[in-house]
């Protein structure tokens, strides 16, 4: 399995690099959504990509929004990591493509069980 | 009721809001402190903006702490024993961004958040007019205030415009 981990906080992908490679994934990083989408484009599928909101360059929810566009990412699960928490954001996020939506600060437990929801860990 | 009066009104969830943050970043139990403000030295510190459409109004959420934790939290976010300056700003620049959106949510709903900004200064005082609380973690003294429309000068929005724009743009 190999997830990505889409954050502009190094310590925020460090967190959960540790975590997801803790779970058996194999672990790709990128600091916004642009980069992100270059990681994409170059070949990699990662089977999940954790994505945050707030990042220079491009954001979260435009991220999303053009991995959902494109037919050959459809099988990428999406999971916004975010300090963003009203329920309004959370629609806008879900209803963009986003499977799963978890809120910083956020336990190892969280993290593992949107994952399982996913089927993406036993 | 004013802005700083309802942040004053919200002094107790505010508290609650910076332990919670802390405990979960830091990885270590953090409790209240009233009596005690930060040490002398290098402050590490975070600060972001958050925007109300409705009014044009901006809220500061700040945060400061002692380079002691910001050491600690860089080498436990970064898994690096000897953290560098760079990673100082960058663990405390996502602490305040967490601090900032719980805020965000506690106080200001459908409003829009910059990124943060951190730094390192030895003049980092909260302001006199906003709203300060402290809890302290690894026997160390970590600041959150609220303020209404401080500097935004070298604040960001997601995607990357400065937030100096909208203000230019208001004139």
């Known amino acids: 399995m190999l997830a990505l981990v889409v954050d502009d906080s190094r310590a925020m992908r460090s967190i959960l690099t540790r975590l997801l490679s803790g779970l058996g994934f194999d672990v790709a990083q990128a ?3 642009a980069e992100a989408l270059s990681v994409l484009d170059a070949g990699t599928r990662p089977d999940v990509i954790l994505v945050d909101w707030n990042m220079p360059v491009m954001d979260g929810l435009t991220f999303i929004k053009n991995v959902r566009a494109r ?16 329920q ?7 209803a963009a493509g986003a499977h799963e939506y978890v809120i910083k600060p956020f336990t190892d437990e969280v993290i593992a069980e949107k994952l399982a929801l996913l089927g993406l860990v036993a | 009721m004013s802005a700083i009066d309802e942040f004053e ?16 970043v830091a990885g270590e139990e953090a409790l209240p402190v009233w009596d005690e403000g930060l040490p002398s030295g290098p402050i590490v510190w975070s600060r972001l903006a958050i925007h109300d ?3 044009d109004s901006f809220t500061m959420v700040s945060v ?18 000897d953290p560098g300056p760079d990673d100082l700003l960058d663990a405390v620049g996502e602490l305040g961004n967490i601090a900032g959106g719980n805020v965000k949510s506690l106080l200001r709903h459908s409003c829009r958040l ?4 951190a730094e390192v200064t030895e003049d980092a005082k909260p302001t006199e007019t906003g709203v300060t609380v402290r809890a302290a973690v690894l026997g160390q003294v970590v600041e959150l205030t609220v303020d209404v429309a401080g500097d935004v000068s070298g604040l960001y929005w997601p995607g990357g415009s400065p937030l100096t724009d909208a203000l230019e743009s208001r004139s």
């Open chain 2, 53 to 55: 459409e409705e009014d």
């Open chain 2, 9 to 24: 009104a919200a002094r107790e969830d505010l508290e609650a809001l910076l332990i919670e943050v802390l405990g979960a």
């Open chain 1, 71 to 86: 037919e050959e990412l459809r099988d990428i699960s999406l999971m916004m990591v975010t300090t963003e928490s009203e």
């Open chain 2, 64 to 81: 400061r702490t002692s380079s002691i934790v910001a050491r600690v939290l860089a080498s436990r976010m970064l898994l690096t024993p």
């Open chain 1, 88 to 94: 309004g954001q959370i629609v806008r996020a879900l």
């Open chain 1, 31 to 33: 600091g916004d959504g």
């Open chain 2, 114 to 117: 910059s990124l943060p900004a």
